[in-house]
């Protein structure tokens, strides 16, 4: 499965952005981290194919909405009152085969990955 992340770019604090992922196959399960200058690599929210489902780091929960869209492959992350905290690397990323809901956050869980879109939130 190829990943291509598009959309981040520059707004200011309280602003919106959409980042979309268009994968080149089906993937059971599509999420979103990020990696902040100097941080870790961190979960920020998935979605299964079906049934749908969606799990959200508590730090975006009522900010970001993830969807998909399976006709095309695609993934997106809206990404509203956006903070200087959110400005990250933000990376999309495809899991095949089903995995139980406790392992979705992990990173490890994930075999794809996208190339990264930058979201820079100025303050």
């Known amino acids: 499965v190829q990943l291509q992340a598009s959309g981040g770019g520059l707004v200011q604090a309280g602003g919106s952005l959409r980042l979309s992922c268009a994968a080149s196959?089906?993937?059971?399960?599509m999420a979103w981290f990020r990696q902040a200058p100097g941080k870790e690599r961190e979960f920020v929210s998935t979605i299964t194919s079906s049934p749908r489902v969606t799990y959200y780091a508590d730090s975006v929960k009522g900010r970001f909405t993830i969807s998909r869209d399976s006709a095309i492959n695609t993934v997106y992350l809206q990404m509203n009152s956006l903070r200087p905290e959110d400005t990250a690397v933000y990376y999309c990323?495809?899991?095949?085969?089903?995995?139980?809901?406790?392992?979705?956050?992990?990173?490890?869980?994930?075999?794809?990955w996208g190339q990264g879109t930058l979201v820079t939130v100025s303050s």
């Open positions: 196959n089906h993937a059971y399960l």
């Open positions: 990323a495809a899991r095949v085969g089903r995995i139980i809901t406790s392992y979705m956050r992990r990173a490890e869980s994930y075999d794809y």
